[in-house]
């Protein structure tokens, strides 16, 4: 192997008709990091804020699409309804953000895109493992799940009937408290107070505009990793 043809490194070559051996690069391609990324859809971000938008139409086609990527990569942290009580938080790890309570509602929806990109205290990013419209796809259902969890009667349709989720329970053969409020385990510690019960878990306050994960990002230098935030996991 050690005498086998092989290209060097700048020098010429008649193997190709322009006599180069270093091949230029393939049309339309793009190295990993040359990325155009400073447009919102990248980032979540304009004029360095956070905004309250999706890039593109949302469908049910990208609800579902998120419903799919939030229950594979979100669900083992937050669970299935977003609201930080997942299986490994059940099993000890420090407690995911509720995105049912007052903190969270009130968050632009690109936060959560942000958040998705960057990380955010003991929530590592995803950027590597999905894809920036998946991100947002995520980001359209986190809302459509805030909603199915404080809806009120007056969003209901008129004449359509609403049964509690405790009802629901007894008609499937589980006790009424199957759909009441999701013990903790005695290893969860919260960095922030709490301050009652929401979407059956722990719910915290909101949080100032001034600590947001994109305003903590630009006040250490734009790194692009927000530093550890007071509730751990975002």
């Not at 083992?76 to 299986?87: E, F, I, K, L």
Request: glycine share 10%; net charge positive; with cysteine.
């Amino acid at each position: 192997m050690q005498n086998q043809p092989r290209m060097f490194p700048q020098r010429g070559t008649t193997l190709f008709a322009d006599g180069r051996s270093v091949r230029p690069q393939v049309e339309h391609t793009v190295a990993r990091g040359q990325l155009y990324e400073e447009d919102y859809f990248y980032t979540g971000l304009e004029n360095g804020k956070e905004q309250n938008m999706m890039p593109f139409p949302v469908t049910m086609q990208v609800l579902a699409r998120g419903q799919e990527r939030f229950n594979v990569y979100c669900t083992p942290c937050h669970s299935r309804v977003g609201n930080g009580a997942g299986m490994i938080v059940e099993r000890g790890y420090k407690p995911a953000a509720n995105l049912h309570d007052p903190r969270h509602i009130n968050q632009p929806l690109s936060h959560y895109f942000y958040v998705m990109t960057n990380g955010y205290g003991a929530m590592p990013d995803y950027k590597a493992q999905i894809a920036p419209e998946d991100r947002w796809a995520i980001a359209a259902y986190i809302r459509a799940l805030q909603l199915s969890q404080n809806a009120t009667l007056a969003d209901v349709p008129p004449g359509t009937q609403v049964e509690s989720l405790q009802d629901v329970a007894e008609k499937q053969g589980l006790p009424a408290s199957y759909a009441g409020p999701w013990p903790m385990p005695s290893t969860a510690v919260y960095g922030a107070p709490i301050v009652g019960i929401v979407a059956g878990a722990p719910a915290q306050n909101p949080m100032p505009a001034a600590k947001s994960a994109a305003a903590q990002a630009a006040k250490k230098g734009g790194t692009g990793k927000a530093p550890a935030g007071p509730s751990g996991a975002h």
